[in-house]
Each structure stands twice: as structure tokens, then as C-alpha cells.
């Protein structure tokens, strides 16, 4: 059980996050917090013709919203805005959803390590908060993003 | 003459085990694991004993109180008014009626905030709180200031999460006009010296509140040796049930302060001109009160009693002890709150690991404790963490348990190595 959430992809992503950093003169961020524990995240994006071509994060949270935040930049690099759309909604499908449904979702690729997310509800804000401030940043809203 | 040796031997006869059976909750298994709760700050579980006072009431004398003829009407009016004497006891109060039945410490805390916080406080003026308050004693003062322009000062801790009385002492000044302030930390543990803050304001004429929420599960709570103004505390923190709570106001006060909320039993007479209100302290106690929840308070008390307080305490500063030398044994871990003395908490972070993880592998071993900010953020800020990992003992806690929370923390790294 343990070892479903804790799988070895998302404890390397937290000992050595990608694109954790700041991004520079970044074109679209957004700061999310989740008042539940605290977790901080920023997340910075740059779009060139409709297409995700920088996206880095940083902030402070558990293993799993700091792997989370890491997957999903590497995920979400040269994706399309419709392919952003669509990831966010399977990745909340797997994380919340029915098992078939998770199962059925196309093309998640390696999210599929946060699966065992599901089994713990109490968890699912923290894989979920750096994937709602990613959103907010794409467009642009003020304020700060969080799971609510 | 008989009383005390009774109790004595009662104290040199504590038995954990014995303790245990009292609590049904604890007899079961959590992820295939014995459940050790170690959550007690949050919430204390409840003994056999309030349980079955809160059942019996409400399958043998539930009515409602001090309004009706009948024989139910009476039996619950003097449960509840029993109840009330039994506080009093609790906290040596100098009369019945400086106990004000409320929900818990929160709403205590906003009681006198909202009523006598608006007759006395005024643009300028300053309340005193500390940088370890719960957010229950920061946010009804920030409501308070912020309705009043007036100022909310915060008195400074030390590194150990002590309280640094000389700085309190002096930011006492000609426009402050309560001390509000915790007697010991949820988050670190910290008993402050209550009766010298006290003795400070009052030498100025500054009233003192007491968030006694998580002291009066360690109990006894004198509040007339303490000499505090006012003293706020939960029953759900001390074994009882949940909603159920006490403002322990001094008389002169209370019958000062306006009234909370309007409605039944607050009032002597209605007309559509002119409301007189009841006496205190009914006067704050509108609509029906929580009945069921008195009752299993008193049985609470009563409870704790008769185990021995003195015993109850030498067990809880045991385990503290015990916890707190297994744990600083432990790679990486850094304990936070050393202040002394401090109380039945133990909190602390790992080098490297989030307090949530901690939480969630250690859940997995049916242990049971809390991490986040606890409801302390600006203290958390102070320290400079965004959260941390806190176990917290009560009667019925072990030695063998705190040594299965120290091999589940060990167990923490490995699982994300």
C-alpha cells in the first residue's frame, strides 16, 4: 500500500526535482497554497504558437506535491493547450476517479506512478495543487490557486 | 483525614493497562496494526465513563432545562446545573456562576473579544498576545482591532519556544488593555508562567485572559491562585465530548460585559420595547445549551479524579521524558519546542522529509499523529518551518507505544530513500 504511493519514480522526482527553479520574465505564473498543510508552489509557463515550450516550478511541500510538480513539467513540455487540458482532467480522473476510469484514461503515460494517490484521500490535494496553479498560470488569473 | 491517604494510594497504584480498558476506542487495529493514538492535543479519546453519562442522559432524563414543571425538566435542569458546579470545582472558581457553558475555547476566546473586548476597547488602544497563540487567540483580537482601530502587539519568543516575559513586560503599556495569552503551547508545549504574566498585568491594571485548552487536560487548574481575569478551555481536549466548552469569567466582569447572542434564556423579560436580561451566567448562555455535552464534561472531570490528577500528570511527564530521549536519538530529527517546563508534546521535522510524509508512513503502522502547522502559522513562520510532525501523550499512552512512534520514524527514511 505503502509502496503505491511512495513508488520509486515519484521519491526520485522528490530528492531531485526537474525544472525546479524560478523562471525569469516568465509570460504566465501562478502561486498555489493549500491552507490544509501549508504546501507552497509556484508555477511559471511560456507558450510559443499555442505550445507549452518552458515550464519550471519551485516552492516547498511533501513527496508527493513535489514530485507531482516535477512530473508534470516534464510531462507538459511541447504539449499543445488542448493536451494540457485534456492531461489535467485524466491526471484528476486517476488521482479522484474510479479505478476504470483512471484505467481508461488515454495517454497518461508516467502520471500513471500517482495511482496509488487514490487510496489515500487525504493525499490527493497535494498531487492535485501544482496541476490547479499550473491552470490558473495559463490563464492568468490573479490570486492564489488552490485545490478547493 | 481519610481522603487523603485514599488517594495517595490510588496515585502509587496507577496502571496504565487498567487505564486503557477504560477506553474502548483504543482496542482496535488500523492498517492490520494496533491503533497508537498519539493525537491527544487534537483531541483526547473518551473513557467508558462519558460515554455512558452522555447515553444515560439523553436515554433517561434529556429535556430541556431550567423552563419546565415536569420531572424530566428537573432532572436535566439539575444535571446541568451540577455540571456546572462540578467546573467550578475543576477550576476553583469562587462562585457557580462565573462558569459561562460555551462551545469550546474558541468561542470563549470570541465571547469576550465580541462583548467585553467592544465595551472597553477603543481606537488606539492595544491587546498583548504572544507569537506561540493558536489562531483561536489571534484572529477574534485581529476582528476586535480591526472593528476598533486598535493594536494588536505580539510578544516575542525564544529559540526554545519559551516566552520572553521581559520583553511582555515591557510592551505592558498605558494603552493596553488585555493579555491574552496560551498557558501551554498545542504546538510546542511550553507552559508559560501564567501567574507572574498575571501578577505583571495587574500591577498595571491590565485584565489577563488564560487559553487554558490544552492545560486543563493536565489539570488541576487553579484560577484564583492563578488570579487570571478569565480562563478558556475545550472538554473534548480533556476526555469529554466535543462542542462542549467553559469560560471561567470573574464575577465583576461578567456582570459588567454586555450580552453574546440574544434569545431564550439569556433574557428575565421581552416586550417589543424592552428586553431585560437574565442574570449571569445565563445572560450568556442563550438558547438551548448543549445538556448532553455538560453531562459527559462533569463525568469527565470526575473521571480524571478518581484516577488522580497528580498520578495522571507524573504519567503523562514520564512519557514526555521517554519520548523526548528515543527521539533526539534518532538521525536527522530535530526537536522542536524545548522549553522548559513544557507538557505532553512532542514535535519535530526531519532532515530532508516533509512533516506529511511522516504522517502518512507512520499511519500506515497505526500510529497515529498530527502534522501541519497545528494551527499556529505565525509560529511556524517565527521558527521558520512550514510545518512539523507532532505526537502528543495523554493517561493512557505507553512506553512500548512511544518506542514503536521512534521505530516508525526510523522506518520513515528507509521508506523514502
Not at chain 1, 505550445?51 to 519551485?58: A, L, N, P, R
Not at chain 1, 482532467?89 to 500517482?114: I, M, N, S, W, Y
Not at chain 2, 508562567?193 to 501578577?199: D, L, S, T
Not at chain 2, 507524573?314 to 538521525?331: G, K
Request: one cysteine or more; aromatic letters at 6%.
Amino acid at each position: 500500500m505503502l509502496e503505491d504511493l511512495y513508488q520509486q519514480v515519484i521519491l526520485d522526482h522528490n530528492r531531485a526535482p526537474r525544472n525546479f527553479r524560478k523562471m525569469e520574465r516568465a509570460p504566465h505564473h501562478a502561486e498555489g497554497y493549500n491552507p490544509l498543510c501549508g504546501d507552497r508552489v509556484t508555477v511559471y509557463v511560456r507558450l510559443a504558437d499555442d505550445t507549452v515550450t518552458d515550464i519550471t516550478f519551485e516552492g516547498s511541500g511533501c513527496a508527493i506535491s513535489k514530485a507531482s510538480a516535477s512530473l508534470m513539467t516534464e510531462v507538459l513540455k511541447g504539449k499543445r493547450r488542448s493536451e494540457v487540458d485534456a492531461l489535467f482532467e485524466g491526471f484528476h480522473t486517476l488521482v479522484t476517479g474510479r479505478e476504470a476510469a483512471a484505467a481508461a484514461e488515454p495517454d497518461l503515460g508516467k502520471l500513471r506512478v500517482f495511482a496509488g494517490v487514490r487510496e489515500f484521500p487525504m493525499r490527493v490535494k497535494c498531487a492535485t495543487l501544482a496541476w490547479h496553479t499550473m491552470r490558473a498560470a495559463l490563464e492568468d488569473r490573479a490570486g492564489v490557486a488552490t485545490t478547493e | 483525614m481519610t481522603g487523603q491517604p485514599r488517594q495517595a494510594e490510588r496515585a502509587s497504584v496507577f496502571d496504565v493497562e487498567t487505564v486503557r480498558r477504560d477506553f474502548p476506542i483504543l482496542h482496535q487495529t488500523v492498517h492490520g496494526k494496533p491503533l497508537i493514538y498519539l493525537d491527544n492535543a487534537a483531541t483526547t479519546q473518551k473513557p467508558r465513563a462519558v460515554i455512558d453519562a452522555v447515553a444515560n442522559y439523553y436515554a433517561r432524563d434529556n429535556s430541556n432545562v431550567h423552563r419546565g414543571l415536569h420531572e424530566l425538566s428537573a432532572r436535566a435542569t439539575e444535571a446541568y446545573e451540577d455540571g456546572r458546579r462540578t467546573m467550578q470545582r475543576f477550576l476553583n472558581a469562587a462562585s457557580a456562576r462565573e462558569i459561562v457553558f460555551v462551545r469550546g475555547t474558541t468561542e470563549a476566546i470570541n465571547l469576550v473579544a465580541g462583548t467585553w473586548g467592544r465595551r472597553n476597547v477603543g481606537p488606539g488602544d492595544e491587546i498583548l498576545i504572544t507569537a506561540m497563540e493558536h489562531h483561536s487567540n489571534i484572529v477574534p483580537w485581529q476582528l476586535l482591532c480591526e472593528e476598533k482601530e486598535a493594536h494588536l502587539r505580539v510578544a516575542p519568543i525564544d529559540d526554545a519556544g519559551a516566552l520572553r516575559l521581559d520583553v511582555l513586560e515591557s510592551m505592558i503599556g498605558p494603552r493596553t488593555r488585555m493579555i491574552s495569552l496560551v498557558h501551554q503551547s498545542n504546538s510546542l508545549g511550553t507552559i508559560n508562567p501564567v501567574a507572574e504574566v498575571v501578577a505583571m498585568a495587574h500591577a498595571r491594571g491590565v485584565p489577563v485572559l488564560l487559553d487554558g485548552a490544552q492545560a486543563a487536560a493536565h489539570g488541576p487548574i487553579d484560577v484564583q491562585a492563578l488570579g487570571c481575569d478569565f480562563y478558556a478551555l475545550s472538554g473534548h481536549k480533556m476526555y469529554g465530548p466535543t462542542g462542549i466548552g467553559v469560560l471561567y469569567g470573574k464575577l465583576a466582569h461578567l456582570e459588567a460585559m454586555p450580552p453574546y447572542q440574544g434569545g431564550g434564556e439569556m433574557i428575565s423579560s421581552v416586550t417589543f420595547e424592552k428586553t431585560t436580561y437574565n442574570k449571569v451566567p445565563h445572560k450568556f448562555e442563550a438558547g438551548t445549551p448543549d445538556i448532553g455535552g455538560v453531562v459527559g464534561l462533569a463525568a469527565a472531570v470526575k473521571y480524571v479524579d478518581a484516577l488522580g490528577r497528580d498520578a495522571c500528570s507524573a504519567h503523562e511527564d514520564e512519557l514526555l521524558q521517554h519520548a523526548t530521549e528515543r527521539l533526539s536519538r534518532i538521525d536527522g530529527l530535530t526537536l522542536v519546542g524545548t522549553a522548559v517546563p513544557k507538557a505532553s508534546v512532542v514535535s519535530f521535522v526531519l532532515e530532508g522529509i516533509h512533516p506529511h510524509d511522516i504522517g502518512t508512513i507512520l499511519d500506515q503502522d497505526g500510529i497515529a499523529i498530527r502534522a501541519g502547522h497545528h494551527c499556529t502559522q505565525p509560529l511556524m513562520d517565527r521558527l521558520g518551518l512550514p510545518a512539523t510532525a507532532r505526537a502528543s501523550f495523554a493517561v493512557y499512552n505507553t512506553h512500548d507505544e512511544i518506542d514503536a512512534l521512534a521505530a516508525g520514524i526510523e522506518r520513515v527514511a528507509a521508506v523514502l530513500s
